[in-house]
């Protein structure tokens, strides 16, 4: 019996039940406020809302071209990356994310990337997005709102640089003396792995270019759907974006973030907005992101059965033995 995945599924459905309860009781108390919200939908305002929404996931097969072409002799176009990328996206709403690092693996095992690699690849590019997430929300609370001394403020942004300038600066000399003796640890074969350091810079970089879509993508959905949001709020709303992506990240047992995203950004939107704003906003978002996740998810599977990248998968393992496998180097 695999008591690691009864845990791990255990876990993920107690986050989303305890997550809807949540927001039940949420809407049980503010029900007279939400009786006196007008729904006054724009299709044109959630329209515009789904392109900038979809325009800022693309942005995710990108920085993977970006990363896994770092390691490969023959390179990906960006046709083959959307497709790629895309089709194992589609299993991150599985608990654990073990199953989009197996698809990951599988479609990459025929151009000489190991397992390693490929959770290298996805450990950096988390570590990116944890710095810009950071860079958001600092921005928006020292700088925006002031919410401490502006030298304290500075101090602590240039900090956070400072630290990012030295991750870029010495990552391989970080991460890999910490990945090979968890390796030798739990008995899993991790060799030395380089990047380079431009390369960092340039995901940094899409992630802004990202979260700037998104935040976009956000604003006008909001408005698309009734809510008086100024526009200056488009700050906050990068920063509540940032935060709650960054948290659905770390909490991998949940799929997709699920209930972990909404809860922070319910936190967050209390803040700046009516409770109406930050009960029904979250829900409005995610569903715009699993409506994206899924006409991006059959855009990469029809773009890869139609050039036929999906063939030249190696079948030589199951998909239970890759996932298997990419779960005990993660967990390394």
């Known amino acids: 019996m695999n008591y690691r995945k009864i845990l791990r599924y255990t876990i993920a459905s107690t986050v989303i039940i305890a997550a809807a309860y949540f927001f039940y009781r949420e809407f049980i108390n503010n029900a007279d406020a939400l009786r006196k919200y007008d729904f006054a939908i724009s299709p044109l305002y959630i329209f515009i809302s789904t392109i900038f929404g979809t325009s800022g996931f693309l942005v995710g097969p990108v920085v993977w071209q ?4 770092n390691y490969i002799q023959r390179k990906l176009t960006l046709q083959e990356s959307v497709a790629l990328y895309n089709t194992s996206a589609l299993l991150k ?6 199953w989009t690092y197996a698809a990951q693996i599988t479609m990459l095992s025929n151009r000489g990337i190991s397992n390693a690699a490929v959770v290298y690849i996805n450990l950096m590019c988390f570590i990116c997005l944890f710095f810009v997430s950071m860079a958001n929300a600092l921005f928006y609370y020292l700088f925006w709102l002031k919410v401490t001394h502006w030298v304290i403020s500075a101090l602590i942004f240039i900090l956070l640089i400072a630290l990012d300038f030295v991750f870029i600066k010495w990552n391989t000399a970080i991460i890999n003396p910490l990945i090979i003796p968890l390796g030798r640890l739990f008995k899993v074969e991790i060799e030395p792995i380089e990047m380079k350091k431009r390369i960092f810079v340039y995901v940094q970089l899409l992630y802004f270019v990202a979260y700037g879509y998104l935040g976009v993508a956000l604003y006008f959905l909001a408005i698309g759907i009734g809510m008086n949001m100024p526009f200056l709020n488009i700050f906050a709303i990068m920063a509540t974006i940032s935060l709650s992506a ?5 909490a991998f047992f949940s799929p997709g973030g699920l209930g972990v ?3 922070t950004m ?8 009516t409770v109406e704003v930050a009960l ?9 992101c699993i409506i ?3 006409f991006l998810g059959f855009v990469g599977i029809y773009i890869g ?5 999906f063939s030249k998968l190696v079948r030589s393992k199951q998909p239970e033995a890759i996932a298997k496998e990419t779960e005990t180097d993660t967990n390394s």
């Open 66 to 69: 970006l990363c896994v072409n």
């Open 266 to 273: 319910f936190v967050m939107m209390r803040q700046f907005s």
């Open 246 to 250: 960054l948290m659905g990240y770390i």
């Open 305 to 309: 059965m139609r050039y036929g990248y």
């Open 261 to 263: 995203r909404e809860g």
């Open 292 to 294: 994206a996740d899924i």
């Open 93 to 98: 709403y599985v608990p654990g994310k073990i």
């Open 280 to 288: 029904i906003l979250p829900l409005a978002a995610r569903l715009l």
